[in-house]
């Protein structure tokens, strides 16, 4: 049998992966903090949560939006802190890909030197012993380690469990809850119970992990922090006088790469969405974009409340064409395309062509809903208008302005979102103007409204009033491709 020592290659993943964890940790935490509320099943209805990180209470007799909803944590425990999603998830994905490809090596690695060994369990007597192992623990002495291994059988199967299956658990419910994914198999959502069983689980996953830290530090420390830190950091015991200082610098090391991240984010979130941002697009396009919407929930999976983000626009303009049906209100359509249009909503509903898709809305706050929505297919309105060779971005152009509208949000000026123009020729792309068979209500954007079932929520404006193609957009906004990624610094390519 491979001796079971301490090879360089595990030496180095295990405090790799130390960093790598601790980064999901608390970039996870923040991710939470944007929606602090876990559900079960497919949608998160108002008061149907099973647990709450928030002493918020929302208003019941006025409109509120998700975003009045988000909690501002620490830094201590959530990766930048203080309401900062958009970098949150900078950090949770850039990790999350350093952590799958460690993880990817571990295995091979594992399997290739004979290191399995060390986790795979030979007989089932190791439940015995495991039990065992348990009463002498509780007992506040040592168990026996496994004949000619460097473990005892609880922390064999414990090892064992960690690595093959709540590692994997945590990156099959991460990735549940990609709009992409769950557009493209809803099966696999429902394998999981619902996206916000999904989300869940994911938690409770990070919840194990946190234990298993917990556990494992206070192992260490019970059989030997020096010798079993030296065997980590050298390989080796004949330095035992080195292993403590090792140790500590090495946790000084990884605290001082979460303390530049947080600093960094904070100060610079442009430069780290920029960074970062150009690196997780690359991938998340490549595995993600492909995938088509094939969305279709029954009737009777339908939500029956629906949360709101975004505020509706605060003018008598807007309010009376609102009195009026929307009978003043046109669209503009145009931009590099041979035949700009217009349209007020009668012709828009003539088209023909009406499209309607029963899909869920995935918030990249984390919360979800089903719903049925109407309209033209933005396949027909590119037909209509022939978007010239030069075109490859769709601008959507909404009559909200966020200063004005919603004084609370972290910016100001036209609320507007750009989409790829092959995405925007996915079949379950749509300009709504209904929502489960009445015309779109105020709140969720009338008159209307762009539906991309791949996509996050936050891509798909309300209250549009303008559509524009172009050949880029560096020269619109601040640059990033949304009033989202300019001001709140979200990341462009959103199908997670
Ligand atoms: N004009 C405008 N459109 C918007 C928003 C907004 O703030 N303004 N919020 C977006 C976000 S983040 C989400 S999740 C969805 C929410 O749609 P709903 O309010 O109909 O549920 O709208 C998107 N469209
Ligand atoms: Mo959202």
Same mark, same amino acid.
């Given at each position: 049998?491979?001796?079971?020592?301490?090879?360089?290659?595990?030496?180095?993943?295990?405090?790799?992966?130390?960093?790598?964890?601790?980064?999901?940790?608390?970039?996870?935490?923040?991710? %939470? +903090?944007?929606?602090?509320?876990?559900?079960?099943?497919?949608?998160?209805?108002? +008061?149907?949560?099973?647990?709450?990180?928030?002493?918020?209470?929302?208003?019941?007799?006025? %409109?509120?939006?998700? %975003?009045?909803?988000?909690?501002?944590?620490?830094?201590?425990?959530?990766?930048?802190?203080? *309401?900062?999603?958009?970098?949150?998830?900078?950090?949770?994905?850039?990790?999350?890909? #350093? /952590?799958?490809?460690?993880?990817?090596?571990?295995?091979?690695?594992?399997?290739?030197?004979?290191?399995?060994?060390?986790?795979?369990?030979?007989?089932?007597?190791?439940?015995?012993?495991?039990?065992?192992?348990?009463?002498?623990?509780?007992?506040?002495?040592?168990?026996?380690?496994?004949?000619?291994?460097?473990?005892?059988?609880?922390? *064999?199967?414990?090892?064992? #469990?960690?690595?093959?299956?709540?590692?994997?658990?945590?990156?099959?419910? #991460?990735?549940?809850?990609?709009?992409?994914?769950?557009?493209?198999?809803?099966?696999?959502?429902?394998?999981?119970?619902?996206?916000?069983?999904?989300?869940?689980?994911?938690?409770?996953?990070? %919840?194990?992990?946190?234990?298993?830290? $917990?556990?494992?530090?206070?192992?260490?420390?019970? /059989?030997? /922090?020096?010798?079993?830190? $030296?065997?980590?950091?050298?390989?080796?015991?004949?330095?035992?006088?080195?292993?403590?200082?090792?140790?500590?610098?090495?946790?000084?090391?990884?605290?001082?790469?979460?303390?530049?991240?947080?600093?960094?984010?904070?100060?610079?979130?442009?430069?780290?969405?920029?960074?970062?941002?150009?690196?997780?697009?690359?991938?998340?396009?490549?595995?993600?974009?492909?995938?088509?919407?094939?969305?279709?929930?029954?009737?009777?999976?339908?939500?029956?409340?629906?949360?709101?983000?975004?505020?509706?626009?605060?003018?008598?303009?807007?309010?009376?064409?609102?009195?009026?049906?929307?009978?003043?209100?046109?669209?503009?359509?145009?931009?590099?395309?041979?035949?700009?249009?217009?349209?007020?909503?009668?012709?828009?509903?003539?088209?023909? +062509?009406?499209?309607?898709?029963?899909?869920?809305?995935?918030?990249?706050?984390?919360?979800?809903?089903? #719903?049925?929505?109407?309209?033209?297919?933005?396949?027909?309105?590119?037909?209509?208008? *022939?978007?010239?060779?030069?075109?490859?971005?769709?601008?959507?152009?909404?009559?909200?302005?966020?200063?004005?509208?919603?004084?609370?949000?972290?910016?100001?000026?036209?609320?507007?979102?750009?989409?790829?123009?092959?995405?925007?020729?996915?079949?379950?792309?749509?300009?709504?103007?209904?929502?489960?068979?009445?015309?779109?209500?105020?709140?969720?954007?009338?008159?209307?409204?762009?539906?991309?079932?791949?996509?996050?929520?936050?891509?798909?404006?309300?209250?549009?009033?303008?559509?524009?193609?172009?050949?880029?957009?560096?020269?619109?906004?601040?640059?990033?491709?949304?009033?989202?990624?300019?001001?709140?610094?979200?990341?462009?390519?959103?199908?997670?």
């Amino acid at each position: 049998m491979t001796q079971l020592d301490y090879p360089a290659w595990l030496r180095i993943e295990h405090w790799v992966n130390v960093l790598f964890v601790t980064l999901l940790i608390r970039s996870g935490i923040e991710i %939470l +903090g944007t929606h602090p509320k876990l559900y079960r099943g497919y949608d998160s209805k108002p +008061g149907s949560e099973w647990a709450r990180f928030t002493r918020k209470t929302m208003p019941t007799d006025k %409109l509120y939006d998700t %975003l009045d909803e988000e909690e501002s944590y620490s830094a201590i425990i959530s990766l930048p802190g203080h *309401k900062n999603l958009g970098m949150g998830r900078h950090w949770h994905f850039i990790t999350v890909i #350093g /952590w799958i490809l460690t993880g990817i090596s571990y295995y091979i690695l594992l399997f290739a030197t004979g290191q399995w060994h060390r986790y795979i369990p030979y007989s089932w007597s190791i439940f015995s012993d495991a039990w065992n192992d348990m009463l002498t623990y509780l007992s506040f002495k040592l168990p026996p380690l496994l004949p000619g291994q460097p473990l005892d059988a609880i922390q *064999k199967l414990t090892y064992a #469990g960690v690595i093959f299956i709540l590692a994997p658990f945590l990156i099959l419910t #991460g990735a549940a809850q990609s709009p992409a994914i769950e557009a493209r198999f809803p099966w696999y959502v429902r394998l999981w119970g619902g996206r916000q069983g999904a989300r869940s689980l994911h938690f409770l996953g990070l %919840l194990a992990f946190i234990a298993f830290i $917990a556990v494992h530090l206070m192992m260490v420390g019970l /059989w030997g /922090w020096i010798p079993l830190n $030296a065997l980590m950091i050298f390989g080796h015991v004949r330095h035992l006088s080195w292993a403590l200082p090792a140790s500590l610098t090495l946790i000084a090391a990884i605290v001082m790469v979460h303390v530049a991240a947080t600093i960094w984010s904070l100060r610079s979130p442009r430069t780290v969405q920029r960074a970062l941002g150009s690196i997780i697009s690359y991938g998340r396009r490549q595995l993600l974009r492909p995938m088509t919407s094939r969305q279709n929930y029954a009737p009777s999976q339908l939500s029956t409340e629906h949360r709101v983000n975004g505020k509706p626009p605060d003018t008598d303009e807007y309010k009376v064409m609102a009195v009026h049906d929307f009978l003043d209100w046109k669209l503009d359509v145009g931009g590099l395309v041979e035949n700009p249009r217009t349209f007020t909503l009668a012709e828009l509903r003539a088209l023909g +062509g009406k499209q309607t898709q029963r899909v869920m809305h995935n918030c990249i706050q984390g919360w979800s809903s089903i #719903g049925e929505w109407s309209g033209v297919p933005f396949r027909t309105m590119i037909d209509l208008v *022939k978007p010239l060779p030069q075109a490859r971005h769709v601008c959507f152009l909404t009559m909200q302005d966020t200063g004005r509208d919603e004084p609370s949000a972290e910016g100001a000026g036209q609320f507007y979102e750009i989409l790829d123009l092959d995405l925007v020729r996915h079949p379950q792309c749509l300009l709504a103007y209904e929502m489960n068979g009445q015309p779109l209500p105020i709140k969720h954007g009338a008159p209307l409204r762009l539906r991309i079932e791949n996509q996050v929520g936050f891509k798909m404006a309300k209250w549009i009033e303008r559509i524009e193609f172009i050949s880029g957009y560096r020269g619109i906004g601040e640059g990033m491709g949304g009033w989202r990624e300019d001001n709140v610094f979200y990341d462009k390519d959103v199908a997670i």
